[in-house]
């Protein structure tokens, strides 16, 4: 017998520049092209994971440069989403503070409406030479709030995308069938 498609929605979140298009198209394409438009997507991408049919949405969102970047959420975004994608630059220390900022919002919401699936990734990890935020303040932050972490390139591989929205939709699996 055949078993349901799985469906989740996942938002794709963090400051302007941090790498959100460059991640999502590397996850939908496995290719990275450098310059992607400033414009908010949402793509559909249909694919088999661990044997299961799956039907993913994906909102990639755009953050105009806000001093408080919580309120480039909007609440129907928040509630769209089964799962989030934290993403700020391991160069760019801001980007990691609105990241913080973000988190703080998703956390409100959660008061309201209970758990969801949060994955915080530190993208542009092959820019060592500037990196302006130790992976260890990115897992502290992730650990604090129960979310997943990776450091990642989008530029330099496919595996480090499959594997940050594979692990969130074991996530928004997981806190399903709990809930
Ligand atoms: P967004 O505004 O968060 O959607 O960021 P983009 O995906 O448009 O990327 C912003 C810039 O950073 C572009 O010039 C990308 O080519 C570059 N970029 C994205 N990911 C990486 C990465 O992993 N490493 C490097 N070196 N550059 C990246
Ligand atoms: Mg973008």
């Given at each position: 017998q055949?078993q349901?498609?799985v469906?989740?929605n ?6 302007e520049?941090v790498?959100?298009?460059a991640?999502?198209?590397r996850f939908l ?7 992607y438009?400033?414009?908010?997507s949402i793509?559909?991408h ?6 299961r049919?799956?039907?993913f949405?994906i909102?990639d ?8 970047a919580?309120n ?5 975004q ?11 630059s ?5 980007s990691?503070?609105?990241?913080r900022?973000q988190?703080q919002?998703?956390r409100?919401?959660?008061k309201r ?5 949060v994955?915080?990734?530190?993208n542009?990890?092959d820019l060592?030479?500037?990196r ?5 303040e990115?897992?502290?932050?992730a650990l604090?709030s129960?979310c997943?972490f990776?450091?990642i390139?989008?530029?330099?591989t ?5 594997v940050?929205f594979?692990q969130?939709l074991e996530?928004?699996?997981e806190?399903r069938s709990?809930g």
């Open positions: 055949q349901p498609k469906e989740a996942i938002l794709v979140l963090g400051a520049n790498g959100k298009s991640l999502t198209v394409t496995r290719r990275f092209i450098g310059e438009v400033g414009t908010e793509y559909t249909n694919v088999t994971v661990d044997g049919e799956t039907s949405s909102w969102s755009v953050c105009p440069q806000n001093p408080n919580q480039c959420i909007t609440e129907d928040l509630r769209w989403a089964d799962g989030f994608i934290l993403v700020y391991i160069c760019d220390r801001d990691f503070n609105v990241a900022q988190l919002r998703i409100q919401m959660k409406h209970g758990p969801v699936p994955i915080i990734v530190g542009k990890r060592q030479h500037h302006e935020v130790p992976s260890q990115g897992r502290m932050l604090s129960d997943g990776f450091e390139s989008a530029a330099e496919y595996h480090g995308s499959l940050v594979h969130l996530a928004v699996r806190n709990s």
